[in-house]
């Protein structure tokens, strides 16, 4: 079992600082991880603005829109009277230039991570700090295996006083911000592909793998704090272990997961189909306590559409991925997300796109439209798509996932599901059976039969009745495993 998250430190007047986190679940770890450091720094720690010293927003810096809720979070925040940080993606990627559009701003960067308690002192005292320059991440790391396994990741997920420390001397440096009976869990930092759309390695950095030593350290504190579920998040979540040695580090990791008191479940996500190999749709399909849940970054699936992205595949390939999955565990959940419009997309390649979609049977579908990103290979790539196109073809294919996702949910009546009960509130229950991912793939409401006897935390055997869209209503049968009061 790790250390408790942080030495308790009675907090100073005047030192509270409120966390608010945007974007993915990356981005709620990263803020945990913030969250400890800064009450072993003597911070009261909340996430509510009122009354706060310090505002400080975990940033998104991912899409268009993401960037815009960002600065509008920030000028919000602004209107509390506190001091105003920003941290997290868009405040690294951006650095002096949105210093520049937002002065009421302080602007961080990852680098000002380890000490961010002395960091926000020194600006609660009137220092100055002058925002960094945007720099590409990738270059700051070593991008041989050997040197890898020596670095520090630029987010370091613990405080590893020597590499020598047991792991169960280290102390993890992490704070829940949020109660509940589901958790992510962070495998690694940074990523190594280019795919031609995306800015994410330029300022997230190369990819480095956390040691299976101290993800087990977490995942046993965080079950000590109720966790029952475990998401593991990354950039590339199927690239774990590469840079310490052994691609097949995911595989031996799931069942040791698996196995820790406490937790029922585990979930892996952000997988790359390229790198889906038989022996790890194995382990996620068939390992006991492990969700057969496939969170599959397909994008396109038309050839000529996935090489101008630097992506490999077709439909005929992810067909037989989707195949060789459901002929291990036939009611396996999956979801992906799309990219219409992008550079050089013609009808028949979003006609192929249909073909996929249609045959694969997925259980959730992100439709995004193209839009150019800074600094991305995509931006300079000739054949832009017209904007007007762009949303007749988002419309399409929104519509047609939306009427195969709800296909599939019906096609799970008369079912058993094991659903996690997420929340018992005045009666109502709702919870996630195994192919629904917290938050983006839907919910199953639990009605009649034990219903009524079940508490957060709970994992429930029920058989479902009906289904609106994507989201599920089962009856509950019996408790398979039961939280702790």
């Avoid at 995942?219 to 950039?235: D, F, M, N, Y």
């Amino acid at each position: 079992m790790s250390a408790p998250a942080s030495t308790p430190v009675t907090p100073a007047p005047g030192r509270r600082v409120a966390l608010l986190t945007l974007g993915c679940a990356r981005n709620e770890v990263d803020s945990e991880e913030l969250a400890g450091r800064l009450a072993a720094g003597g911070w009261e720690v909340t996430t509510d603005g009122e009354r706060a010293d310090v505002v400080m927003v975990n940033t998104c810096g991912f899409v268009a829109s993401a960037k815009q809720e960002s600065i509008d979070t920030l000028l919000a925040a602004s209107d509390t009277g506190a001091k105003i940080v920003a941290a997290g993606c868009m405040a690294e990627r951006y650095g002096n230039q949105l210093a520049d559009a937002l002065p009421e701003a302080a602007v961080l960067s990852f680098d000002d991570y380890p000490d961010i308690s002395g960091k926000l002192d020194s600006l609660l005292a009137g220092e100055e700090h002058e925002a960094h320059t945007p720099r590409d991440r990738r270059t700051l790391l070593p991008i041989t295996p050997v040197e890898r396994q020596k670095a520090k990741p630029v987010i370091p997920g613990h405080a590893i006083v020597d590499e020598a420390t047991p792991a169960h001397l280290r102390q993890t440096l992490r704070r829940r911000l949020e109660s509940g009976p589901v958790a992510s869990l962070k495998l690694a930092s940074g990523c190594d592909r280019r795919c031609s759309f995306c800015a994410i390695p330029s300022f997230r950095g190369a990819f480095v793998s956390r040691t299976p030593d101290e993800l087990l350290a977490e995942a046993e504190w965080l079950a000590g704090q109720g966790v029952r579920e475990l998401v593991l998040v990354s950039e590339n979540s199927s690239s774990y272990g590469k840079d310490l040695g052994d691609p097949r580090l995911l595989e031996k990791l799931l069942p040791q997961l698996a196995s820790i008191s406490g937790i029922v479940r585990v979930r892996a996500s952000y997988l790359q189909p390229a790198e889906m190999r038989p022996s790890l749709v194995e382990a996620i399909a068939t390992t006991p306590g492990v969700a057969p849940y496939f969170d599959l970054s397909f994008q396109h699936s038309s050839e000529p559409v996935l090489r101008r992205m630097r992506r490999f595949g077709s439909t005929d390939r992810f067909l037989e991925l989707m195949r060789s999955i459901r002929d291990l565990a036939p009611e396996a959940g999956a979801r992906t997300n799309v990219i219409v419009g992008f550079p050089g997309e013609t009808k028949a390649d979003v006609a192929e796109l249909e073909r996929f979609l249609t045959g694969a049977r997925l259980d959730a579908v992100g439709v995004f439209s193209y839009s150019d990103e800074d600094g991305t290979e995509a931006a300079t790539l000739p054949g832009k798509v017209r904007q007007d196109t762009i949303r007749r073809r988002y419309s399409k294919i929104s519509e047609l996932a939306e009427e195969l996702t709800a296909q599939r949910a019906e096609e799970r009546i008369g079912t058993t599901v094991e659903v996690m009960v997420d929340r018992v509130d005045e009666g109502e229950v709702e919870g996630r059976a195994a192919h629904q991912a917290p938050e983006v793939d839907g919910s199953t409401t639990l009605t009649g039969g034990i219903s009524g006897d079940l508490r957060q935390g709970d994992l429930v055997r029920a058989t479902v009745t009906a289904c609106g869209g994507v989201d599920l209503v089962a009856q509950p049968v019996e408790v398979i495993d039961r939280a702790r009061p």
